[in-house]
């Protein structure tokens, strides 16, 4: 019987499985009857994953190591190894009593599917007209046990609040927990929202993307936007050109008048008619 069994891990201490079980025939048994059993291959250790019906698909999770969450000491934490295998079996109690399993998957590798955990404590921050996206990845601790912490990467996704069509996507195919994207990107004066989220790198740490972080929210202020600098340019140099050519036409203009007053020759003509009326006219000798 095809089950579609689907298990991922966070490649720490957490197996989530779902499944789907056809009803079965002249049966009253509850939800809780059926569960998956995982066994160690090679130490032999079971776990039980006991399944919840939720409109005919089950689900299930399970640790297989519980350390305190306060536990500053992290040497005895056993996560999932890069050669660690389980086999997977289906089990249910039947109306008699009795117990039934099914072994589903003969050897289960945490390392192949890989669902990382949400990161958190996404932040931004804004200089250099630049916005810079910084978040953690909260394997950071288990940086001695696994070699899942420097085979990360990222997508982070930022859009403007109420506008989730309209997503910009950035992949960071780095290890690195943060990013930084230039102003011109964004809408001055808008709110905007981001999230990020995680996944093995698909080298040798195999998965797929986990899920979102919580959001982080913003607005840009109203200048963020740089102006253009071709248009800048043009203003830098026209508007004084405007100022000046005018002075300078004012200042040779006035010189020019005042040479012109000052070069005033007089005619001679009054000079001539008392002449001319005692001669008659006739300046012959």
């Known amino acids: 019987v095809d089950h579609n069994l689907q298990c991922v891990n966070d490649y720490l201490f957490t197996i989530n499985c779902s499944l789907s079980i056809a009803p079965s025939e002249n049966t ?37 190591s519980d350390p305190m969450p306060d536990d500053d000491y992290y040497s005895d934490y056993d996560t999932f190894g890069d050669i660690d295998t389980f086999e997977i079996s289906l089990c249910h109690n039947q109306n008699d009593g009795s117990e039934i399993c099914e072994r589903l998957v003969d050897e289960y590798m945490p390392v192949i599917n890989i669902k990382p955990n949400a990161p958190c404590c996404l932040t931004v921050s804004h200089n250099s ?31 403007k609040r109420g506008d989730k069509h309209n ?6 195919n780095t ?46 202020a109203v200048n963020d936007l740089p102006p253009n600098t071709f248009v800048s340019g043009l203003g830098k140099v026209f508007i004084p050109l405007c100022v000046m050519v005018p002075v300078v036409l004012l200042l040779c203009y006035a010189p020019v008048k005042k040479l012109r007053q000052s070069a005033f020759i007089p005619t001679p003509a009054p000079y001539f008619h008392t002449l001319y009326s005692d001669c008659q006219g006739d300046f012959k000798v």
């Not at 810079?132 to 982070?156: A, I, R």
């Not at 690195?176 to 999230?195: I, K």
Request: glycine share 4%; charged share 25%; proline share 2%.
């Open 175 to 220: 290890d690195s927990m943060n990013y930084s994207v230039d102003d011109h990107e964004f809408v001055p004066d808008t709110e905007y929202a981001a999230r990020v989220r995680t996944s093995p790198n698909q080298a040798f740490y195999l998965g797929e993307w986990g899920d979102w972080s919580s959001e982080v929210h913003w607005k840009t």
């Open 167 to 172: 997503v910009i996507s950035h992949e960071i």
């Open 129 to 159: 007209s630049q916005h810079h996206f910084t978040w953690k990845s909260t394997y950071e601790k288990y940086s001695d046990f696994t070699g899942l912490v420097d085979n990360l990467k990222y997508q982070l996704h930022y859009y």
């Open 28 to 64: 009253s048994d509850s939800n809780s009857s059926y569960w998956l059993t995982f066994r160690e291959t090679s130490e032999k250790e079971e776990f039980v994953c006991l399944l919840t019906n939720t409109n005919g698909d089950y689900f299930c999770s399970v640790k297989t």
